[in-house]
């Protein structure tokens, strides 16, 4: 703890001198480290407001490296704080930073082109420098990524099993992952047509019959492109093909 408030006093005087002397990176990183003490120390909220700062500077001044570590380690804090969801979505953006999907060239960089643009050799340069990539960083953004978006569907899978206990919906999801490997995360029209009495869908089997011929009032053709299975079946004769496109274009003239 002592080591850790002692470094938090080194990387505060630190910071000081990169604001007297408005270095960009030396503020970045300082903010860096300090984000990392005070994560250690369980500030979880001085960590995320000093990452979220260095990632404003480092995006203000097109330090793209910089930018691309703030988001990495933003979303790792909210994958330490077990918000997956969040931390998915900064790792994203961060692999997509260190790759340069979606960047302009930095202002900083522009202006050394300009001030060396005469020398073949410096072009040279700044070409690369352009289109530099941060493979290792991305390498590893996409690896958390990954681990993020994993324990995200980790945690809606245990919610979908607590709400199995008072929701057949949630319960016939379970099923339908455990037997065929079907995403409970994907919207499907046949759960609409199950009667469940838990507090969410509460609709008996009478409700679900009317549900049904609403539905199907309001189309006629009614073709569940979700159930792409029944969809094949139903289709598996020319005929069935020839009722279908006939039926398309009596629908699509009207
Ligand atoms: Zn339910």
Redesign the pocket.
Known sequence: MNNLNNAQKTFERAFKMHTDSNNLEGLCETRMHLAAVMQRLGDHETAARLLTEMGAIAMEHGLRKQLGEALHLLGELHLRRERPDLGTHHLSEAFSCFMGFGFKPSKSELVMDKELGGSKDVIHIYESHRKQVFEEEAEQSRLMMAVSAGQELMASYFNLLR?AG?????KMKTIEWKLSKAGWWVQRLHHDYLP???P???RTPLDVLRIQLETKAKSELAVDYSQGGSLLQRIDTVEDITKLRSSYHTSSRM
């Open positions: 709400e008072t929701c057949s919906i949630a469940c009495m838990c969410i869908h509460n």
